[in-house]
């Protein structure tokens, strides 16, 4: 049973032990590189049956406004599910706890955005299956153009 939980000390060994690829690395931040706690970074560990298998972060900070215009937003970023993990469903288990996680955790918050990088399909494909729609606004990332997505929450 897959379970969306706040980070605690308790996971940074299994989340550090966490590999990608390099086709998949290049999209998104393993957890061992952004584990630092930083104010208005909520970092949320994918578990099943109490093992970390994926990991990613909410934000409530300045930067969100480079996504959206809503004061209400949260930012969506670093998921990933560790390479051993992977194409078990997790990913899609995890997005669609999301907006329950989020309403219950952060009642305030009535929007989730994303950026996605246009080569990155598997993950569009994900966010588009769990709600998130393209807004059709683009950024430029470290990759390459970005789709920005969003999923409303209210």
């Not at 899609?92 to 996680?101: E, G, H, T």
């Not at 569009?124 to 807004?135: A, H, N, P, S």
């Amino acid at each position: 049973m897959v379970k969306l939980k706040h980070f605690t000390e308790e996971y940074v060994e299994a989340l550090n032990a966490f590999e990608l690829p390099d086709e998949q690395a290049k999209f998104t931040a393993l957890p061992s590189k952004v584990l630092e706690e930083k104010k208005e970074e909520y970092r949320i560990v994918i578990l099943d049956e109490n093992e970390p298998v994926g990991f990613f972060i909410l934000h409530k900070t300045e930067r969100v406004k480079q996504y959206s215009d809503n004061p209400n937003a949260m930012l969506l970023t670093a998921l990933s599910i560790n390479h051993a993990k992977q194409g078990r469903g997790y990913a899609k288990q995890a997005m669609l706890q999301l907006r329950d996680f989020v309403e219950y955790e952060f009642p305030y918050c009535d929007e989730i955005v994303l950026a996605v990088n246009h080569k990155n399909t598997p993950a569009q494909r994900l966010y588009e299956k769990v709600g998130f729609i393209d807004t059709g606004k683009r950024r430029n990332g470290p990759v390459g153009e970005q789709f920005i997505m969003n999923l409303l929450l209210k």
